[in-house]
């Protein structure tokens, strides 16, 4: 079974310059998860899907960041202008319908590493 | 709010037992997690526990939650070079909340001499 695939694996940008990243989840995962994980830390959720829905979004920047899952499979994640303080791992994860004996278990993709300069 | 603390690192020799404590605040958390990022990946899971469980063991790895003082520890059995990685705790809340994010540790460096 594939695991999370994400794209780019790095990004390197200047101050004010848009940046994108892609999300694949796992086959059949309805939930789709985008977190940030600063240099030091754990990570944070930034937006939560159910299928195509957006249903956690409290701690997304919403002056800047911007994210979508139009047909409820693949997700986007956006920032426009990028800021200094972006500079992070952005990972995102998925999880089945069912939680069953796992629970809320998530499986994470190995992130996109964001630089901005 | 939720709040889950865990000590920075910890330094072992090859073939010694580590422990990786962490604690939590919050006293409704339905599953707690364990897992393992090594540099410039993504987290790994390692294992999990239901909160109405005291114990779980996954071959080398050791689970212990204490709920009453919620504290969580992760023991790992012969510790090998190839652990040496940073753990994350992380809990994640009751289905009623509607929330199903799980909130995270910053994290336990583990490092493991050869």
């Known amino acids: 079974e594939a695991g999370v695939v994400q794209s780019p694996r790095y990004k390197i940008i200047e101050k004010k310059q848009p940046v994108a990243f892609w999300c694949n989840p796992i086959?059949?995962?309805?939930?789709l998860y985008w977190y940030r994980q600063n240099l030091g830390q754990g990570p944070e959720l930034l937006i939560r899907y159910e299928n195509e829905e957006a249903v956690d979004d409290s701690q997304l920047p919403k002056d800047r960041f911007s994210a979508e899952r139009l047909k409820g499979v693949d997700s986007t994640l956006k920032i426009q202008p990028a800021e200094l303080g972006d500079s992070a791992v952005y990972l995102c994860?998925?999880?089945?319908?069912?939680?069953?004996?796992?629970?809320?278990?998530?499986?994470f993709g190995p992130g996109t590493r964001l630089t901005v300069l | 709010g939720e709040d889950v603390e865990q000590s920075l690192f910890l330094s072992v020799r090859e073939g010694d037992s580590s422990v990786i404590n962490c604690t939590y605040t919050d006293s409704s958390s339905t599953y707690l997690y364990w897992y393992k990022q090594e540099p410039g990946a993504g987290l790994q899971l390692l294992t999990y526990i239901f909160s109405n469980m005291d114990m779980k063991q996954d071959q080398r790895l050791t689970v212990l939650l204490n709920k009453k003082d919620k504290h969580l520890s992760l023991r790992i059995a012969d510790t090998q070079t190839g652990d040496s990685a940073i753990y994350f705790c992380a809990e994640s809340p009751p289905p009623y909340t509607g929330r199903r994010a799980l909130t995270f540790g910053s994290g336990t460096r583990l490092q493991v001499q050869p």
């Open positions: 086959s059949g995962h309805n939930t």
């Open positions: 994860a998925s999880r089945p319908r069912t939680s069953g004996e796992a629970g809320d278990t998530q499986y």
